[in-house]
């Protein structure tokens, strides 16, 4: 079964796509983590992809899909994977489709998770973070018992720049440009499925499994 998940950052897509790998005993691949692993590994392709990096450039997306194909060849990936953080654009999701088709391969599922764009700043928004021991907080959902200061540590708590509501705002709005025409994209192709992600965490994963079948 091979899977990609789609959803604004802050959705809690990558938090579904850790249990679905779980669940499943398929690997959940994302784009960050395959570049980690082959720099730091100094592979052929992570030599490759640092020369664009280090020069500020973008990592060319036909790069990107020949770092994910070498990873889905391995043996632990026979039964499928999950695809978490690509692709995000139009260009990658055609360069993805081209290569499946060319080993006779599908993917199954594109799973969205779906939040609406207040409902993730006010999520995002309500993070607090420890700078001293690097523990997290969310001002609703798991409070410090003294307001503003860590339970570890006593240090006062933040609110990281990623999180501030204008930041993620800015973050939405290239998802909604660059991003959210793969629904459309996947719709076509008859493998999208959309999941209401403001619901609780188990919840949600309940609807994808229903969608996946045990």
């Known amino acids: 079964m091979k899977i990609i998940m789609l959803g604004a950052p802050g959705a809690g897509k990558g938090t579904q796509a850790i249990k679905i790998a779980d669940k499943y005993g398929i690997p959940h691949i994302s784009t960050g983590d395959l570049f980690r692993s082959n720099i730091g590994n100094n592979t052929e392709?992570?030599?490759?992809?640092?020369?664009?990096?280090?020069?500020?450039?973008?990592?060319?997306?036909?790069?990107?899909?020949?770092?994910?194909?070498?990873?889905?060849?391995?043996?632990?990936?026979?039964?499928?994977?999950?695809?978490?953080?690509?692709?995000?654009?139009?260009?990658?999701?055609?360069?993805?489709?081209?290569?499946?088709?060319?080993?006779?391969?599908?993917?199954?599922?594109?799973?969205?998770?779906d939040v609406p764009d207040d409902h993730i700043?006010?999520?995002?928004?309500?993070r607090r973070a420890c700078p001293k021991c690097g523990a997290t907080y969310h001002i609703e959902h798991v409070p410090p018992k003294k307001e503003g200061i860590c339970d570890s540590c006593g240090e006062q708590l933040i609110l990281r720049n990623d999180d501030a509501p204008e930041t993620v705002q800015k973050r939405l709005d290239v998802y909604h440009e660059q991003t959210q025409p793969l629904i459309d994209f996947y719709d076509k192709r008859k493998i999208l499925r959309t999941v209401d992600g403001t619901k609780d965490l188990q919840d949600v994963f309940g609807e994808i499994v229903k969608i996946l079948g045990d």
């Open 45 to 113: 392709l992570g030599r490759e992809a640092k020369q664009y990096m280090d020069a500020g450039k973008l990592v060319p997306d036909e790069l990107t899909v020949r770092m994910l194909f070498d990873r889905v060849s391995n043996e632990d990936c026979k039964n499928g994977y999950v695809l978490d953080g690509f692709p995000r654009t139009i260009a990658q999701a055609e360069v993805l489709e081209e290569e499946v088709g060319k080993r006779d391969d599908r993917i199954d599922f594109a799973i969205n998770v």
């Open 121 to 126: 700043i006010r999520r995002m928004s309500g």
